[in-house]
């Protein structure tokens, strides 16, 4: 079974350049949750979808973030313009279940390390 | 708002021994998981072991076990004969459940571990 996809692997940026990051589930997987990751810190929520669908956005900085999942498979995350403080890991996991109440089990992507210089 | 908190940033111990880390949380729901993540240099997220907290028996998995202390809201990783692949950072998270479960992850602030050889 293949894991979850992400591209680039790494990424350095001048402040206020633009940035996407790209993210592939495990097929078939319902939900899709993008994490941004600060040196020291543990992962935060940034965004979760069911199928294409916004289940949480609520600290996505709107201002600056975007993210859409066209046809419920894969993601993209951008950042437009970026600040010194985004940098970070950033995380993709996907989960097979759309239903809560379900115990579903959430597989990580190994993430992307993005540098604002 | 739930919070998870991991008050060790570091911790170090001897190949073949045992150590301990820690973990408390605060949320005023009675029903949740609690889980322990590995994060190696890869950086993927690899789950060592979960708690469901109705169940008052406190899980293992091989070498890893976990004190779970409900009314306390604890919930400590025991890491036995600890081998250099175990070196990482560790996470603790926390999820709701039932109605209030989006499958979303709220994470501690990481524990690095070091194994000596």
């Known amino acids: 079974e293949a894991g979850v996809a992400q591209s680039p692997r790494y990424k350095i940026i001048e402040k206020r350049q633009s940035v996407a990051f790209w993210c592939n589930p495990i097929s078939g997987h319902a939900t899709l949750y993008w994490y941004q990751q600060i040196l020291g810190q543990g992962p935060k929520l940034l965004i979760q979808?069911?199928?294409?669908?916004?289940?949480?956005d609520s600290q996505l900085p709107k201002d600056r973030f975007s993210a859409e999942r066209l046809k419920g498979v894969d993601s993209t995350l951008k950042i437009q313009p970026a600040k010194l403080e985004d940098s970070a890991v950033y995380l993709c996991?996907?989960?097979?279940?759309?239903?809560?109440?379900?115990?579903?089990?959430?597989?990580f992507g190994s993430g992307t390390q993005l540098s604002v210089l | 708002a739930q919070t998870v908190t991991q008050s060790q940033p570091e911790m170090s111990v001897q190949e073949a021994e045992t150590v301990t880390l820690s973990c408390t949380y605060d949320?005023?729901?009675?029903?949740?998981?609690l889980f322990w993540y590995k994060q190696p240099p890869s950086r993927q997220m690899i789950l060592v072991i979960r708690q469901e907290a109705y169940k008052q028996q406190n899980a293992t998995e091989n070498r890893f076990s976990v004190n779970f202390q409900k009314a306390a809201k604890s919930f400590s990783l025991k890491i036995s004969d600890s081998q250099l692949g175990d070196a990482a950072m560790y996470f603790c998270a926390y999820r709701s459940r039932g109605s209030s479960n989006t499958g979303k992850l709220i994470f501690g602030q990481g524990t690095t571990l070091q194994v000596k050889p």
């Open positions: 996991a996907s989960s097979f279940y759309a239903f809560w109440g379900v115990d579903e089990k959430l597989f």
């Open positions: 949320t005023s729901e009675s029903d949740y998981y």
């Open positions: 979808f069911q199928n294409n669908g916004v289940v949480d």
